[in-house]
Every structure is written in C-alpha cells, then in structure tokens.
C-alpha cells in the first residue's frame, strides 16, 4: 500500500510561513491528483488545495492568495507554501491521493504534520 508522509509543521507567529512537503516512496504521486487537507480542533477535516497530475492547481477560498501547491516530480514531493499564515489556519495537515474528478482519495490518512500559528 502507498503510503504518504507529510513533513514541514510547526510553531509560527501570525504572519508567518511555513513550506510542508508530501512525499511518498516511488513515482506514484507523480501520476495522481494530490489534495492537502487540514483539520482543526473540533472540527471536521477539509480540503485546503489540490493539484493535478497535469498542474491546474485549486484553492479553498480561506487560503487563496496565502497558500501555493506545488509539486516536483523529479522528487515525487507534493508542496504546500503557506504564507501570512493566521491563527485559524492552526490544525493538522494532511495530504491524500485524490481520485481524479471526485473528491474521494485514494489509501487512507498518514500521520499529518501539525501547524501552529500563535497569535
């Protein structure tokens, strides 16, 4: 089974940035639609940005113009540059193979990599 792992969290002031980064062994992500997704405390987990295999790229309104999905295929890494980052993006990221077209992913759920913006 393809297993992702998410890397790049941590403690930051409001108005900071943070770059996480998905990786999974192999060329597999190469081929996939790829979403990052976050879940705050209390809340349900929701999608932040996605990208395709081709690159079209989509943003949830909360982060638009803040946050950059990237990806490399070279490195088989999937990157999400957050930037001016506020108090309410504080959760858990995660980041999941998407079937394409659908909001359904494919696998289950890494670990995450937790963010924290103290305000």
């Known amino acids: 089974q393809v297993q992702l792992v998410e890397s790049g969290g941590g403690v930051v002031p409001t108005g900071g940035s943070l770059r996480l980064s998905c990786a999974a062994s192999?060329?597999?992500?190469?081929?996939?639609?790829i979403g990052w997704y976050r879940q705050a405390p209390g809340k349900q987990r929701e999608l932040v940005a996605s990208i395709t295999s081709g690159g079209t790229t989509s943003y949830a309104d909360s982060v638009k113009g803040r946050f950059d999905i990237s990806r490399d295929n070279a490195k088989s890494t999937v990157y999400l540059e957050m930037n001016k980052l506020k108090p309410e993006d504080t959760g858990v990221y995660y980041c999941?193979?998407?079937?394409?077209?659908?909001?359904?992913?494919?696998?289950?759920w890494g670990q995450g990599t937790q963010v924290t913006v103290s305000s």
């Open positions: 999941a193979r998407r079937l394409a077209g659908s909001s359904l992913i494919i696998g289950s």
């Open positions: 192999g060329t597999v992500l190469n081929f996939n639609d």
